[in-house]
């Protein structure tokens, strides 16, 4: 099971594979709530129950490329906007995902 769990979770980080939160965003251009709630969720469950490395890159990984996405939307200079931005999805990202995301980065050490 945590086998699968893992794989689940590092296909985000293949940004050609559909239905995940860095599909979306990158290919899309959307910013989905739903799938940043349901890798979160997942990655939280995963990481209870093994401390793996390579996922804890992922979320590193994941925070620095959605910062970017946020930072060249806003840059009237970059050709990249996310179709679906709103102040609450850009805020429930500083105020909820993200800070959970370095929580689950910070259990057990990363």
Sequence with gaps: MNENIRLRLLENKDDLIEGTFCYS??????FCPNLMAEFIEIAEVFLNYDNDLEI?????????CVEQCFLSHHDEN????IKNYSI???SKWK???KPKLDYLLDINGS
């Design 95 to 97: 105020n909820i995902w």
């Design 25 to 30: 965003l990158f290919e899309e251009s959307i």
């Design 78 to 81: 970059d050709y990249y906007h």
């Design 88 to 90: 609450d999805i850009e």
């Design 56 to 64: 804890k890159k992922l979320l590193k990984w994941v925070i620095g």
